[in-house]
């Protein structure tokens, strides 16, 4: 069986490295926010090319607190509208809805997947103080003309680059593109951690100070509570291994590149529709996402082959019972995408042998 995404594999790589980073915050006594955390976070920072890295304890925490900490700062009020796309992961809405803030779904582009930039401007209302652009599967959402239109409004730009780490938009990287991002470590995310992680990058000083002290009980200093706060924090272990695999993050991405140029030149098949993208920096393919019309009748075949793929996403979020006020809602772009995508492997550690193996039984698909 090919694995959709071999962890223990990834993982393996490192092995030496991670266990003696271990065995060094073992021995250290200190096991929350300290040395490794404060490293990494300048190593991250540096990485986007924004002032300031904060660890927190997800990628949903990471939005969660950066809405909260414009709450804390006046810059949006409960009852705020905030744009985001209505195919993304269902975590970016629940960072909206958790503040209180309200969302409002927009229809994505079929060939990025990204959000549609022609439909902003017909949804904002006086009520719209924010949007959150996801570069959904790794691909950058094209931050110039989105950045143009979140001016004109006046619209605070927060990124979910939960799955974007090192994607750029005309030379700048994802993180550093808005006026805040958050970050997933999840493990099966580009950099992944061995448990849950995230982080929020910014080059606002207000915020980042703000974000500091929420994800820490809403406290500078010990016992002394200005805000109410969170308990949100990157650990040193994850953070220790989160600086072992940034190092090797841009040679992981070149791979996967590599593993999508692939596909896309050696994928021919009438049936089956390829992503498209705009150059080789804005992508960092954390998926390879295909469509065809009977998905889950190539599911089942691609399974038979001994090939695993996953659906992202089966259900999209106005669909869902956590949303029942929107189950009635049509989205047809969005509903037509969850019908039709199917992710085939991608990753650092997918041999060429294997992907040689998927091109050839997606070649022989006939329906
Ligand atoms: C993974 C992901 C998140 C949430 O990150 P967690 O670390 O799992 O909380 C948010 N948004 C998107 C687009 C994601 O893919």
């Given at each position: 069986m090919i694995k959709f995404l071999d962890l223990q594999k990834i993982n393996a790589q490192y092995k030496e490295e991670l266990v003696n980073i271990s065995n060094q915050i073992i021995n250290s006594g200190w096991y929350i926010l300290g040395e490794s955390v404060k490293k990494f976070e300048q190593q991250f920072a540096d990485y986007c090319g924004t002032k300031y890295c904060i660890g927190v304890a997800n990628g949903l925490d990471a939005l969660v607190l950066i809405l909260r900490a414009y709450i804390e700062l006046g810059r949006l009020k409960k009852g705020d509208e905030v744009l985001v796309p209505a195919n993304t992961y269902i975590a970016t809405i629940l960072a909206i809805s958790e503040n209180g803030l309200t969302p409002i779904l927009v229809e994505p582009d079929e060939?990025?997947?990204?959000?549609?930039?022609?439909?902003?401007e017909k949804v904002i209302s006086s009520q719209t103080k924010a949007i959150i652009p996801v570069h959904l599967y790794g691909q950058a959402v094209d931050m110039t003309t989105l950045g143009q239109i979140a001016s004109k409004y006046d619209l605070l730009v927060i990124e979910d680059a939960a799955q974007a780490h090192g994607a750029c938009h005309e030379g700048k990287r994802c993180g550093n593109l808005g006026d805040a991002a958050g970050f997933s470590f999840y493990p099966g995310k580009n950099l992944g951690a061995l448990g849950d992680g995230g982080a929020i990058t910014t080059n606002d000083t207000a915020l980042a100070h703000m974000v500091r002290v929420l994800r820490n009980y809403g406290s500078k200093e010990k016992y002394h509570n200005q805000v109410i706060g969170y308990n949100s924090r990157l650990d040193e272990l994850q953070a220790g291994f989160l600086s072992i695999k940034l190092s090797s993050l841009d040679k992981d991405t070149s791979q996967r590149r590599k593993i999508a140029k692939r596909y896309s030149t050696e994928?021919?098949?009438?049936l089956i529709s390829l992503p498209m993208w705009k150059d080789d920096d804005s992508h960092v393919f954390h998926l390879y996402v295909i469509k065809t019309q009977n998905r889950n009748h190539l599911q089942e075949y691609l399974n038979k082959k001994g090939i695993q793929t996953v659906i992202?996403?089966?259900?999209p979020p106005h669909k869902q019972q956590a949303y029942a006020k929107w189950n009635n809602l049509s989205y047809p772009v969005t509903e037509k995408i969850h019908q039709e995508v199917l992710s085939i492997p991608i990753s650092p550690v997918l041999d060429n042998q294997d992907v040689t193996k998927i091109i050839e039984a997606i070649n022989a698909y006939n329906g």
């Open positions: 060939i990025t997947f990204n959000i549609d930039l022609s439909q902003i994928i021919k098949n009438p992202h996403y089966p259900i």
